[in-house]
């Protein structure tokens, strides 16, 4: 049997459903970038028919793909099938993903159809999706709550019909790692020609066993696996890619497997997303935490001065946290910033390498350490500050004690400038009651976080926001030395996002007029 598993990646898919972490297509691209470093066997880039938006990213990443088959989810009917097929047209090797519920409880309450219509459906969205690709994965969904005999005649007919990869999904999180497992095995021992296709696992988090589950899968005969990078998705999220992959490569002993993962890539990857998203990756988070590798026991430190092994089962630098050789500071030129931005997996133009360098020598004024983290920090600002109808100018704030706080905004919006004085519960209240008066808008402050990037009292803060306007989800995250400025920075790149979204929504809105018209 295969030894290898295969890495599906649904980020862009199944992670972005996640409620706060849509993308916009530069981000969604700038995400690839980094599977594609990743080596990620599949990339799942969307739900082509779901949006002109989605349709859009699948088509762009197709473009752009090197190595990776990409991927689009589709439904089990024919305009799902051909969207999805229109949008990966530009892609040299590409999936059709098709999909269908199995549980009773789906197709009652759901799909209300019976057993025999979903067989049908099966047979029909299968071989349909046959005629544009021999790539064709089925799925079926709440597979671990099915009927295990129906499930059977279910991928028995996908594979008739022509699929090459079949998928169990475990969608709600609902199995234990043993019970997903023995799935596995009784469909090896029970389906005609299961040899001939490669078996799927795709877990959710509801219970925290998605990883486990995913694992437990591939020891019952699974050898592709799907997954997220930080885990984020629907609800609880998906299993983390990162801690699956990484689970094999340490595990040897148990799990016999291998993937082409490039997992010193790994530690950029669940940066970029952080991100692209504006969710912070929990301190615990296994692999890419930030104290994944931090150790404060005064046992755990006599262990590791003495060999690294007494409390780390796995080198920081096989994920990405490499050492650093350039230490920068006031005194660092331009090239040696750019090398060691280079060093740690960002690859920048030169006019974004000037513009991050200047900030970059403005930060070494007011730190007296700088750390790769702020470097990370000062990189993300720049980037998520490229597209900007909104820019600060200047950002003066008055508090205290025994004075209700007062603020004055500065900004420039599409080229002209415009300050308002403000008054709020607080500084960070009227920061955004000021920038609101300024720029008219009916968002809602869903989330306000504040983390500090590094040590000392000269720590960067690093903000993130995210606002909600009727279906338009947002985030921004900024970082700066002031907290205050750092809060109105991130409040600013979220409003940023939502003018985008806005003229993307009208953007899709006039195109499915003019079809309607037509």
């Known amino acids: 049997m ?65 190595n990776s088959i990409v991927c689009s989810l589709a439904r089990a009917n024919k305009a799902d099938i051909e969207k999805a097929n229109q949008a990966l047209s530009f892609a040299e090797n590409f999936r059709i993903h098709t999909f269908i519920a199995t549980s009773d409880l789906h197709m009652k309450y759901k799909l209300q159809m019976t057993r025999d219509k979903v067989l049908e459906k099966i047979k029909d969205s299968v071989s349909y999706a ?19 005999d129906f499930l059977c005649k279910c991928i028995d007919v996908a594979i008739k019909s022509g699929a ?35 078996l799927s696992v795709h877990c959710h988090n509801d219970l925290g066993l998605a990883v486990g589950n995913s694992l437990a899968g591939i020891e019952g005969g699974a050898r592709q696996v799907e997954c997220t990078i930080n885990g984020i998705g629907e609800r609880a999220g998906n299993a983390s890619m990162e801690e699956i992959v990484m689970a094999i490569k340490t595990r040897k002993d148990i799990l016999p497997f291998y993937t082409d993962i490039k997992t010193k890539h790994i530690m950029n990857a669940s940066r970029v997303l952080s991100a692209v998203t504006s969710f912070n990756v929990q301190p615990n988070k296994a692999i890419v935490g930030a104290n994944a590798f931090a150790h404060e ?25 490499n050492k650093s050789k350039l230490v920068l500071g006031k005194h660092s030129g331009r090239h040696a910033f750019k090398e060691k931005l280079n060093e740690m997996g960002y ?113 960067q803060a690093e903000v993130s926001v995210r606002l909600k306007e009727n279906d338009i989800s947002v985030s921004g995250t900024a970082a700066d030395t002031d907290t205050m400025v750092a809060s109105a920075k991130a409040y600013i790149i979220a409003l940023n996002k939502l003018i985008i979204k806005r003229k993307k929504r009208n953007m899709d809105l006039n195109l499915s007029t003019k079809k309607l018209i037509r």
Request: with cysteine; proline share 2%; aromatic share 8%.
């Open 347 to 459: 690859n920048l133009g030169d006019n974004f390498i000037n513009e991050a360098f200047k900030n970059f020598k403005e930060l070494c004024d007011k730190k007296k350490e700088i750390f790769d983290k702020d470097i990370i920090a000062l990189v993300d600002n720049e980037v998520s500050q490229k597209d900007e109808f909104i820019k600060l100018l200047n950002l003066e704030v008055t508090c205290g004690s025994t004075r209700n706080p007062k603020v004055k905004v500065i900004l420039n919006y599409k080229g002209n400038e415009v300050e308002k004085i403000e008054t709020g519960n607080g500084p960070v209240d009227s920061i955004f009651n000021c920038i609101n008066s300024l720029i008219r808008n009916s968002a809602k402050l869903e989330l306000f976080l504040i983390n500090a990037i590094t040590k000392g009292t000269d720590a």
């Open 297 to 321: 026991s005064g046992i755990h430190q006599d262990g590791m001065l003495k060999h690294n092994r007494t409390y780390e089962i796995m080198n920081p630098e096989s994920i990405g946290l």
């Open 164 to 198: 090459s990869t079949i998928n169990i999904p475990d969608t709600v999180g609902y199995c234990m790692p043993l019970e997903y497992q023995e799935i596995f095995k009784k469909i090896k021992n029970n389906v005609q020609n299961i040899d001939k296709v490669i």
């Open 130 to 148: 046959r005629n544009f690709t021999d790539d064709v994965e089925w799925s079926a969904e709440d597979g671990s709550r099915s009927d295990f």
């Open 2 to 66: 295969n030894n290898k598993i295969k890495i599906f990646d649904t980020t862009l898919r199944d992670g972005e459903q996640s409620p706060g972490c849509s993308m916009n297509l530069e981000e969604k691209l700038k995400v690839f970038e980094t599977l594609q470093y990743l080596n990620v066997d599949v990339v799942e880039a969307g739900f082509a028919i779901a949006s002109e938006g989605d349709f859009e990213a699948v088509r762009e990443v197709s473009k752009l793909a090197k």
